[in-house]
């Protein structure tokens, strides 16, 4: 695998959340407005590309790897901890209208499976280099989907766009404009299942054109 | 333990040649002729009869009664040439598919089940998550795992509830001042003392329920038309006699015992059974052939769900209705249901290790039943 | 055994070095955390009592337990001769679909001063903008109910109730 693919296989191919369903948990909760997943994103990619890096920093060297080899996972968990922590506390201080509408979620990083299985299932075996592109990627792509889904719930739900602060594009007038009001319904949680749902089974329908296709053009060339 | 294969409804006997899906979808529209003829003399021709307003506005129920029906078809027609673009080479290609996906049923449904001064968008778009998310993209009829048309009222009932529960009253009613509350249970649910003059007096008698003359979705409010309706179909066969029975009986009891709890008469079971869409929900919903359970034995379990679920979601949870909430959940639980049954149906007796499952279903009743009564002590 | 032991010293290392970074970043930020907590409280203060000021008003919380319903009573005492001079209380109450958390300042004449819904997923009505017409007064004879949402406007209702009670025991 070469750098580039590498790096592009987070926003489609290997997309955290749009392919391998890890971390739904805070992508469904904090989606209401384009702001908080943009927040969100920052935290994210922050924990993601310092976590690859250090973990892999750790493991590159053999006798360490052999060392923690059996409590690897509760090191892990200690640095990414200590990173969601310190994300938490400088984005308490200097950006504190964003901790209140994240809320609980910032800790939630913690937990968040990509985080986690991307420490063990790439940092741990690939070189700084590669974990680091990897860990952007990752986390580029995790903030790609969670920007797409912010944007359809916050358009069909309150009828704007919040890009940051009092940035925020009105588009009510194009609602009343066809005569509908915004549907609230897709702020709460279970518009944001449904959104979910939706944008999976497009991504599904895709894929299983693409994969018709190459099995015709497989049959035509035998 | 052997494997048995469940195929998707509808299931055809070959005793009677007639009886093809056509034949079906049929014999449904002359069962709900009933209920519909009374919505259209209750929210169209009588209040032209009594002047309270002028053709147009009356004519608006009627309206939403004739375009639903044919949206939901054009909705199941875009759907199957966009998934099944392969096998649709013509248009009698399509017209032959949608022979068979019953595609009217689920925009009928929906506007029966809708409050009739409902804005036109909301209506469309609840047919569109209904038919589209509920029905198509799970693989079209037979496929479903949920009732679509009851998928589209409840994304209607949550993401409008505001809209839902003002327009509830035809044009005729809302020149009375009699109602103060928009349904009889909607002012129902917020009743701190209970008499049978604070909730029945306001809509006239238990006599004006039964028939139907108080204000209420479109379709729901007639017990008597959907007693006609429920003769007719199960007469037919097109649906188990049992499942309405059961599940109006199991309500019925367990808000008689509730009523004794709280000192109330016959009234208070009666008044449950006939308001809202329970008979209904009972006669046209919970006997759906796709989502409910496939055996005897599970269809009875199914009803008795159905009965204590409602029970616990109208009088002890906070939903004023609940009828379509409970119909939904029970629709999740067929599959365990038809899984456990069908060994039963094959086997034709009781097994030994399937007395752990029955044990456990009466628990669960049970409880639910004992539970709605115990939370009015 | 010795390389267990090893292995367990090198995940308090580990541990040991994330927790002196984490006291570092804490010794950065904490204090801002501190004064941005204070200045939101002070804000919610000023929100029902616009009177308060920090400079001649001390602010006490009071301990409270027979109705459960109250959730904390705030006691403002003025600096001077450290009479009390406003009670605020924040109450929940149940009301239709959800809990609502008030916050009601009584002034030592057992007039209320300022009241506000802090939180509350109602379903109809918007209940946080109403103005409920209790400003000023004494009793709830004037009491302005929500239209349409009779479940909420009685838990509103009943929160008025509480503070005004506890009110004339408390001062």
């Known amino acids: 695998m070469n750098k580039k693919d590498n790096f592009l296989k987070g926003f489609i191919k290997e997309n955290p959340l749009f392919v391998l369903l890890l ?75 964003l901790f209140n509408s994240l809320g609980v979620f910032i800790s939630l990083i913690t937990v968040n499976c990509i985080v986690l299985g991307r420490a063990e299932a790439f940092a741990s075996k690939n070189s700084v280099g590669d974990s680091v592109i990897d860990g952007i990627s990752m986390g580029l792509g995790y903030s790609f989907a969670i920007i797409i889904i912010s944007l359809i719930r916050e358009f069909l739900g309150n009828g704007t766009i919040t890009i940051w602060g009092n940035l925020v594009l009105d588009l009510n007038g194009l609602f009343t404009f066809i005569g509908i009001t915004p549907i609230p319904f897709f702020t709460t949680s279970a518009g944001a299942f449904m959104v979910l749902g939706l944008i999976l089974a497009i991504i599904q329908a895709i894929k299983n054109k693409k994969e018709e296709k190459s099995k015709e053009m497989k049959k035509e060339a035998k | ?37 009374y919505s259209i003399f209750k929210n169209v021709v009588f209040p032209l009869i009594k002047g309270t307003t002028d053709v147009l506005g009356a004519l608006y129920p009627l309206l939403t009664l004739v375009v639903s029906p044919i949206y939901s078809l054009l909705l199941e027609a875009l ?31 929906i506007v029966l089940i809708s409050p009739p ?14 038919e589209v998310v509920g029905k198509m993209l799970f693989g079209g009829f037979g496929q479903n795992i949920f009732n679509p048309a009851i998928v589209g009222r409840a994304f209607m009932a949550f993401a409008f509830s505001s809209e839902v529960s003002s327009s509830y009253l035809n044009v005729y009613e809302q020149t009375l001042d009699a109602y103060a509350g928009a349904t009889p249970l909607i002012q129902f649910s917020t009743l701190e003392t209970i008499t049978y003059e604070n909730a029945v007096s306001n809509f006239g008698s238990l006599l004006d329920f039964f028939i139907g003359s108080v204000p209420g979705s479109l379709a729901e409010t007639s017990a008597l038309c959907c007693i006609i309706g429920y003769i007719y179909l199960s007469v037919r066969k097109v649906i188990d006699y049992k499942v309405p029975l059961i599940y109006v ?46 055996t005897n034995l599970g269809r009875i379990m199914n009803a008795m769900m159905l009965g ?26 067929s599959l365990v249901i038809n899984k456990y049954c069908i060994h039963m149906r094959v ?19 049970m409880g639910l039943f004992l539970y709605n009564i115990i939370s009015f002590l | 055994m010795k390389k267990n032991l090893i292995t367990g010293l090198t995940l308090g290392l580990f541990a040991l070095i994330c927790g002196l970074m984490l006291s570092v970043v804490n010794m950065i930020t904490g204090p801002i955390i501190k004064i941005q907590n204070e200045e939101k409280a002070q804000l919610a203060i000023k929100e029902v009592c616009p009177q308060y000021d920090m400079n001649t008003f001390d602010s006490v919380e009071i301990e409270h337990s027979e109705q459960k319903e109250i959730v904390s009573i705030l006691k403002v005492t003025s600096k001077e001769d450290a009479s009390t001079i406003y009670c605020i209380y924040t109450i929940d109450v149940t009301g239709y679909a959800s809990t609502i958390r008030m916050m009601i300042c009584v002034n030592s004449s057992y007039e209320i001063v300022g009241y506000k819904v802090i939180s509350s997923q109602e379903t109809k009505g918007d209940i946080k903008a109403h103005d409920f017409n209790m400003t000023g007064k004494k009793n709830l004879d004037e009491f302005d109910k929500l239209a349409g949402s009779s479940v909420s406007s009685k838990a509103v209702r009943k929160c008025f109730n509480i503070a005004l009670y506890y009110s004339h025991l408390d001062m």
């Not at chain 2, 294969?5 to 014999?27: F, Q």
């Not at chain 2, 001064?117 to 209904?130: A, E, H, P, R």
């Open chain 2, 117 to 130: 001064q409902i804005k036109f968008w909301i209506l469309l778009l609840s047919i569109t998550i209904g």
């Open chain 2, 308 to 333: 204590v679920l409602t029970v616990l979601f109208r009088l002890v949870g906070n939903l004023p209705e609940g009828v379509a909430t409970s119909i939904i959940t029970m629709n999740i639980f």
């Open chain 2, 249 to 294: 009986a199991t309500v019925f009891l367990n808000t008689l015992f509730i009523g004794l709890v709280l000192g109330q008469g016959i009234w208070y079971p009666t008044f449950n059974i006939l308001s809202g869409g329970l008979m209904f929900g009972a006669v046209y919903m919970a006997t759906e052939p796709v989502t409910s359970p496939k």
């Open chain 2, 79 to 109: 759907c199957l040439y966009i998934m099944k673009k392969k096998d649709i080479k013509s248009f009698k290609d399509l017209i032959e598919e949608l022979k068979v996906g019953y595609g009217i049923f689920p925009g009928l449904f």
């Open chain 1, 23 to 97: 971390g739904a948990c805070p992508a469904l909760a904090i989606t209401t407005s384009l702001e908080n997943a943009l927040g969100m994103s920052l935290a994210f990619l922050f924990v993601m590309v310092l976590s690859n890096t250090i973990i892999s920093l750790i493991s590159s060297s053999k006798k360490l790897r052999e060392l923690i080899e059996p409590v690897r996972i509760a090191v892990y968990i200690v640095i990414i901890a200590s990173l969601v922590t310190i994300v938490e506390m400088l984005m308490q201080a200097f950006l504190p209208e």
């Open chain 2, 1 to 37: 333990m052997e494997k048995y294969l469940v195929s998707s409804a509808p299931y055809l006997r070959r005793a009677d040649h007639n009886h093809t899906t056509t034949r079906i979808m049929v014999d449904l529209l002359i069962g709900l002729s009933p209920v519909i003829l």
């Open chain 2, 347 to 365: 086997d034709g007796k009781l097994d030994k290790n399937e007395v752990p499952g029955l044990v456990i279903f009466l628990v669960i009743f």
